[in-house]
């Protein structure tokens, strides 16, 4: 036998998805054990959207689904982009996918050529430069700085730009960072698209959950330029349902819907109609996301203050469910100070594959009681080191 591909030995599995898989085996084990590892809404999904889907599942609604997704949830979509941020796209500038990761999939599916460059923010989701070398794309990392609030330089930017650059991926809500992109910055990035003709890739899967600032589409500014990709599962906590979608210029939207024709054919038909229930029912979904909010906004402040307390430093995210922690104290680097948290009975993500060298991620998309239990581990971690 041949053996396996160039591009998938040279491929890293998903660190956060290792991670807690894991923390679940230990736990599983019996390890009494504080997994702050996964970015997943700790909330069920709310019950107007599991009542949707018996609905759909009553209804026989349990057919094949178009690539680009049913009809209905694309008119929806529609009309979240044009009320929620600002974007006049139709529903065939819409489409529904496997979650939000097989959009960016996709999506580098069908512009990249062999070679062409895709700049990523550092500290990033850990996905996206794999996804792009997958694609046979060359990621170009750009750094962004803790004392700058881990917010990006759009100068920084402007000097990796080159004419093979054919992507800026940005991430407002940051995965792992925590950072909310002022407007003036995510406008700069916009105009370097619209100025050296690359595609912007807004990932805005967080959107909803922000406690400081303000959420802005940069698609408002460089509309042809956009691609704007977002899911139910944040949000709604429907991680589990796998429900992603996008908009953007119509021949890219299309060229996605085809990649999805010889790939997955269409996401789960019942889970589609479940997430029409999520963005129609306003009342019930907007009541949803206030309480999460508020929820993740007490524990924010609780973790930080805790880690504040016991001499650890960390930057303050002003939205998702993320905090990076400076690893110092612990350990000469991320993996072993990762290790020790370990041994400690707390799970962490090290931040090597985030580019965050020198910090762990820490979710706290879990129970304040976790998170007091967590810190209790930290000091008596940090006291043995």
């Not at 054919?166 to 407007?183: E, H, I, Q």
């Amino acid at each position: 036998m041949r053996g396996l591909s160039q591009r998938v030995r040279a491929m890293k599995p998903s660190a956060t998805v290792a991670v807690n898989a894991r923390a679940l085996e230990l736990r599983r084990q019996g390890v009494d054990l504080v997994a702050l590892t996964a970015g997943e809404p700790d909330f069920d999904t709310p019950e107007h959207v599991k009542e949707a889907a018996r609905r759909a599942l009553a209804q026989g609604k349990t057919k094949y689904a178009p690539p680009a997704g049913i009809p209905e949830l694309r008119e929806a979509l529609a009309e979240k982009f044009r009320k929620e941020n600002g974007l006049a796209v139709t529903p065939d500038q819409t489409i529904v996918t496997v979650g939000g990761k097989q959009a960016l999939f996709n999506l580098f599916q069908a512009i990249l050529d062999p070679g062409d460059e895709v700049i990523v923010l550092a500290p990033y989701w850990v996905s996206y430069p794999e996804m792009v070398r997958l694609a046979g794309g060359v990621p170009v990392e750009v750094e962004t700085l803790p004392e700058e609030g881990f917010v990006p330089d759009p100068e920084r930017v402007k000097r990796a730009i080159t004419a093979r650059t054919k992507a800026l991926v940005v991430n407002s809500p940051n995965n792992p960072t925590g950072a909310v992109y002022p407007r003036e910055v995510l406008e700069a990035l916009a105009r370097l698209a619209l100025e050296h003709d690359f595609y912007l890739v807004s990932d805005e899967i967080y959107e909803h959950l922000i406690y400081e600032g303000e959420h802005f589409s940069p698609g408002q500014l460089a509309p042809e330029h956009t691609i704007t990709v977002n899911g139910a599962a944040k949000a709604f906590a429907m991680t589990g349902w796998r429900i992603g979608y996008a908009c953007g210029p119509k021949a890219v939207i299309k060229a996605m819907a085809d990649v999805s024709s010889q790939s997955t054919t269409s996401p789960d038909t019942i889970a589609q109609w479940a997430t029409l229930e999520a963005l129609t029912n306003q009342e019930a979904s907007r009541a949803f996301i206030e309480m999460a909010r508020e929820a993740y906004r007490r524990r924010r402040d609780l973790l930080l203050k805790g880690l504040s307390e016991i001499g650890l430093k960390a930057v303050r995210p002003s939205g998702a469910f993320y905090v990076l922690l400076d690893t110092s104290p612990f350990a000469e680097d991320e993996v072993k100070a990762a290790e020790r948290l370990l041994e400690g009975g707390v799970a962490v993500v090290p931040g090597t594959d985030f580019a965050a060298f020198g910090h762990v991620r820490l979710s706290y998309a879990t129970s304040e009681e976790n998170l007091k239990k967590a810190l209790e581990r930290f000091a008596r971690v940090l006291q043995r080191v």
